[in-house]
Each structure stands twice: as C-alpha cells, then as structure tokens.
C-alpha cells in the first residue's frame, strides 16, 4: 500500500485546510486511515482516526471541534478538513494506514510522506 499525502500549505490563523491522502496499491488490506502531526523538536503526535465505513472517528482533543476526518472508499481517500487553524496547528502532517483502529503510531504500517502546514499568527 503506497501513501500520497498532499493539501498543506500557508494558512493565516483561523483560516481552514484540506488535507487529503491517496492510497494506491493492496488498499482493500487496510481499513483504517489515520492523521498524525510532527511539529519541530517534538515527537508525532496523534490527530484524527476514521474506520473503513466512516463510521467511526477518532480524534485528539486539541482539535475536536476545528477538524473533520473523512473518505470516500470509491476514490481510496481519506480527508482532513481543518478549520480555525491557530498557530500551534503548525507541523508536518502524515497520513497512515492499517487494519487497527488505534491512536498509536507504531501500529500502523503504512505512512505517508507527510505534507508541511504553517500558520501564521
């Protein structure tokens, strides 16, 4: 299963991004598609997590409310749409995939290459 993660960019605070994430390859041995965030000197973190049906989601607690994980199963797409961005947002998100659906990492298999999101304040 191979990742493509695109969508990131410059965003002034309280403005909204989408993320979107492409999965080409086995993509019916995966069901769970998750959304980390490395900001600069600290270690990836968790974000947002979506079942093969949608629904179920997951999401940290510092963006419940501003971001929405999403897919459409037809296009093998998983979504991030960000909202009231604030600078704090800023970090190079990674899209992942697996059959587990889990806030972990290193339980996921499949990554992406990640993609740059800055806020300004």
């Known amino acids: 299963v191979q990742l493509q993660a695109c969508g990131g960019g410059l965003v002034q605070a309280g403005g909204s991004l989408r993320l979107s994430c492409a999965a080409s390859g086995r993509t019916f041995s995966v069901g769970v598609g998750g959304w980390f965030r490395q900001a600069p000197g600290k270690e990836r973190e968790f974000v947002a997590a979506i079942s093969w049906s949608g629904g179920s989601t997951y999401y940290e607690d510092s963006v419940k409310g501003r971001f929405t994980i999403s897919r459409d199963n037809a296009k093998n797409t998983v979504y991030l749409q960000m909202n009231s961005l604030e600078p704090e947002d800023t970090a190079v998100y990674y899209c992942?995939?697996?059959?587990?659906?889990?806030?972990?990492?290193?339980?996921?298999?499949?990554w992406g290459q990640g993609t740059l999101v800055t806020v300004s304040s």
């Open positions: 992942a995939a697996d059959n587990k659906f889990t806030i972990f990492a290193n339980e996921y298999a499949y």
